[in-house]
């Protein structure tokens, strides 16, 4: 294998909106370091099922659902 073709791969922190500190595996920025998450698994609607809102720009929703209402979408 050639030298110096991968990333280092080493142990980070990685501290979620809660406060709760995970250690992993990581390229990102150097053995120790600290990845502090703004969105995570527990405050995005993805993983906790949150309400997902269509914003309708412009009528577009509206002109997409009248196109296709026959189909029952």
């Known amino acids: 294998m050639k030298k110096d073709t991968h990333p280092d791969y080493h142990m980070i922190d990685v501290k979620l909106t809660d406060g709760t500190i995970y250690k992993m595996k990581s390229t990102w920025g150097k053995e120790g ?5 703004d969105i ?12 997902a809102r269509l914003t309708d720009s412009g009528g577009r929703v509206s002109k997409f659902k ?5 189909l029952g979408f």
């Open 66 to 70: 009248k196109k296709y209402e026959g």
């Open 40 to 51: 995570d698994p527990t405050v995005h609607p993805a993983w906790t099922g949150g309400g």
């Open 33 to 37: 370091d600290t990845m502090t998450l």
